[in-house]
């Protein structure tokens, strides 16, 4: 049974503010209604100080939209765009889409400037080493930073950073972020054994990216650097409508292969309407240790080109070389532990030029609507 948003909005007349009786549809708190094939989310926008008072109407709107025939899931989560004691503006309620048409609002996060993707169009090619790295120039430059690992699926940070331990709550459902190498990091690691496999169907995947992103108290950040998930499905998708991303990175190995995805990566930034702040060629180059030979064991200068082919601005290169991935498995990143190295200086040069991006950018980036035909 095909489900429709108007069906759920009809459902939800019946939900009213306790307050002032008016139902929950004309209220203009509601965000677009989002439906993919028989879930659906939505928001309601609330003030910070209304969380108590208006989580019996999110339990009734969840309950109204449950009832509709064909839902078997819906995910409705309260928002306060504002700081505590600021009224949530009113929103027009949005008119019925076709099943999976219906796009999530655009939400600040508090205290947090710049949110940058780090992403790759597959696996493999090095992108939360570089997030890591990224993160970790971007400090060195005096920047307050921090790292979301919205890898659900292969969560690497934890390692990477050599963090271990579960993040405390701050108050209600706010939890703490763990620190290392000055740089603040949250990832689904801390919450599940590292043998758990996450057997996660995508609304599971969306929630809990979510909840990592307004859910944590990450205080003043100048740079929130997201390790994303490698591909172009739902995580991708989701992040880039309702996250203020100030733009994306690209990291891609040399071959064809990869450059392949890399293509698909940029392209669907673009469709969101996400800058594109550059490409990075990972493992570039090889140097064998012991008599200095230099191979292109995945080819070499392909990101280069394919950055000049797409118009987007190439970051750089990043060798291959075993001290990278000795610094990974160790949780002792190069660029913290070895910061004047040749490799660390790569990244430094790559954070260097993504900082300058973004404080020369001007732009505010609206809310991008995707239409699936």
């Not at 003030?47 to 339990?59: H, I, N, S």
């Not at 043998?195 to 944590?216: D, F, K």
């Not at 064991?297 to 000049?308: D, L, P, T, W, Y």
Request: aromatic share 4%; with cysteine; proline share 8%.
């Amino acid at each position: 049974m095909t489900v429709e948003a108007g069906r759920i909005l009809e459902a939800l007349g019946a939900v009213t503010l306790h307050a002032s009786g008016q139902p929950l549809p004309a209220s203009g708190r509601l965000s677009a209604i989002a439906v993919e094939g028989s879930r659906v989310a939505f928001s309601i926008a609330i003030d910070a100080t209304e969380a108590a008072a208006m989580e019996p109407v999110r339990r009734a709107a969840e309950e109204a939209a449950r009832s509709v025939p064909g839902v078997t899931q819906a995910l409705v989560t309260l928002t306060a765009d504002k700081p505590a004691g600021q009224a949530a503006p009113a929103r027009q309620s949005a008119p019925a889409r076709s099943a999976g048409a219906g796009a999530p609002r655009l939400q600040e996060i508090p205290g947090v400037k710049h949110v940058v993707a780090i992403a790759s169009g597959k696996g493999g090619v090095g992108k939360s080493t570089t997030a890591c790295n990224i993160a970790l120039g971007l400090a060195a430059l005096g920047l307050k930073v921090g790292v979301l690992d919205a890898d659900i699926y292969g969560p690497s940070m934890p390692k990477i950073f050599g963090l271990k331990g579960k993040p405390k709550v701050v108050s209600g459902r706010t939890i703490a972020p763990l620190e290392a190498y000055g740089v603040k990091v949250m990832s689904i690691g801390f919450m599940v054994d590292e043998e758990t496999p996450m057997i996660w169907r995508g609304p599971m995947v969306i929630s809990a990216i979510t909840q990592m992103l307004r859910e944590v108290a990450w205080g003043e950040l100048d740079v929130l650097i997201v390790d994303m998930p490698p591909g172009t499905g739902d995580a991708q998708l989701t992040m880039a409508q309702a996250t203020p991303l100030a733009g994306a990175v690209i990291v891609s190995t040399p071959q064809d292969l990869a450059l392949i995805d890399a293509r698909r990566g940029v392209a669907m930034f673009r469709r969101t309407e996400v800058p594109i702040l550059g490409i990075v060629e990972n493992m570039a180059t090889y140097i064998c240790p012991n008599c200095g030979h230099e191979e292109h064991i995945f080819g070499h200068g392909g990101a280069r080109a394919e950055a000049a082919r797409l118009d987007a601005p190439f970051l750089g290169e990043v060798p291959l070389d075993l001290r990278i991935r000795e610094s990974s498995d160790e949780g002792r990143p190069i660029t913290a532990v070895s910061p004047d190295s040749p490799h660390a200086l790569a990244y430094k040069a790559i954070a260097e030029q993504v900082w300058e991006a973004l404080a020369g950018a001007t732009f505010r980036r609206p809310a991008p609507l995707i239409v699936f035909e």
